[in-house]
């Protein structure tokens, strides 16, 4: 029981241990389920916005923008997160807990989150998670952040993003984001640890997403209305192989443009090396050179990708988004096709004047060689778990999801999928060719279509909750051919967020 109260203490400090600046300062965008779930709609809403959708984190606010919106939908999400996001929910200066003493410039901004979760299928044991989040913003400068979060939970490991090891009593704790952050005149930098998303679509994006855990990286780049640069290095998980521990790597630029209500642009190079006791490879620090012509050149065996995402805002409230990975790109186009994975969608606002909806329609395929490799130090895995898109390779999926907004408090979703996933796995290749007669999907694949239903109230900023079902069936059932299977899962979601304010 002593452990349990110490962990919970651990993750409760950080939200009392903190200042930070004025709001009207930048901020790293929370990592909370509201500006997460709403941000597709919030990139159509916002005319005036100033910010690569493309790029996460942000640095700056992802609200701004909408604020004189005119649409039934934009005043509603813009009530929403201003609840939500609001700073006052409760006054710790007013407790006597902290002084300011004076110091316009300090202020503290916390949340803390506990919340419930019950899972349940019928074909699996139910699962109950109790859980507690912390987060903090701390800025002791105009120009500087740091940005915290830690988790307290019985069943963490169930996370992709966990790395960590359960305690005794079934009890799992980890900080999964913790960074310093400078900006100032578009020049910014970043030491310590935060997912990096690059693609049009947070949940799935095929080059780097947040399925794996968070990255500890160094992260620098410039940005400018027009054009941005990113460049990070990070230092992956060992990997132990024939008696031998290998050390691995990850190093990435991207180059960004854009023009205000049109389009976004980017063009991004991932490099994975490593081997043993290989240090790291200045080569791959230089983030301005093309990280393919240095492997190249040089005879190196390491793992380069290229991407290449574009989202176009039109017509209006309407946004035609892709990606395109190339995994092993090939000069010739004689040894071995390129290894591709790629992603076409749309998102659409209030389409055919429907009030209040917004769909999402998009098809995304990860052909059967993509992000593997013969050395085992360069396969796309951090922790065994995809960088990349969060189903691995070797499937396709078809996705149609609709949304309608009830009311200021309730939403009702209602979403589609088809997958088709095969019998490749990133850590199954180790051949080092690919013929061009490779199919796909290989082996028995099976097929799961599946419809979800799902409704979500929100109490202003207090109060989350969100129950949902879901109906699939299973074709070749886990790759047994003929096993046809099908399931219904209920999930209930209660949270309840507490936000505080030191000014």
Known sequence: MHRIILAIALVILPTFCATSAAASRYRIESTDRILNRYWE?????????????????????????????????????????????????????????????????????????????????????????????????????????????????????????????????????????????????????????SSMIWGPEQRDALLLSDNAPQLDRIWLGYEHRAIRFDYFISRLDDVKYNDSTLVRYMSAHRLSFRKQNAFELGLSEVALFGGYGRPVDWRYINPFVPYYWEQWNRGSDDNILFGLDFAIYWPHQCRIFGELLIDDFQIDLKSEPHQVGYKLGIDMMEPLGLNRVFTKASYTRVNTTVYGQNQPQNLYLYYNKPIGYFGGNDQDRFLAMARYHASRALDLELEFQFNRRGEG??????????????????????????????????????????????????????????????RIDLNLFFAYNIQGLID
């Open 425 to 486: 796995r990133i850590e199954k290749h180790d051949r080092s060719g690919v013929p061009f007669e490779e199919k796909f999907p290989i082996g028995i694949v099976e097929k799961s279509p599946s419809v979800q239903a799902t409704a979500l109230w929100f109490s202003r900023n207090l109060i989350e909750a969100r129950l949902s079902a879901r109906y699939s069936y299973f074709d070749n059932y886990k790759h047994v051919c003929g096993d046809n299977h099908s």
């Open 41 to 193: 709609e919030l990139a159509l809403l916002q005319s005036g916005q100033s910010l690569y959708s493309d790029v996460l984190p942000h640095l700056t606010s992802p609200t701004s923008g909408t604020e004189t919106s005119d649409n039934v939908v934009g005043k509603l999400l813009n009530e929403r997160i201003a609840a939500y996001d609001d700073k006052t929910n409760f006054q710790l200066d007013n407790w006597g807990l902290f002084k300011s003493n004076g110091d316009n410039s300090l202020q503290l901004i916390t949340r803390f989150m506990p919340y419930l979760e019950h899972i349940s299928s019928a074909d699996t044991l139910p699962v109950h998670r109790v859980g507690l989040t912390s987060e903090a913003w701390i800025m002791p400068s105009e120009h500087v952040q740091i940005h915290l979060r830690m988790r307290l939970e019985n069943h963490g490991e169930l996370y992709s993003q966990f790395n960590g090891r359960v305690w005794d009593e079934k009890i799992t704790g980890w900080l999964d984001h913790g960074a310093v952050y400078y900006y100032n005149k578009g020049f910014f930098g970043s030491i310590g640890r």
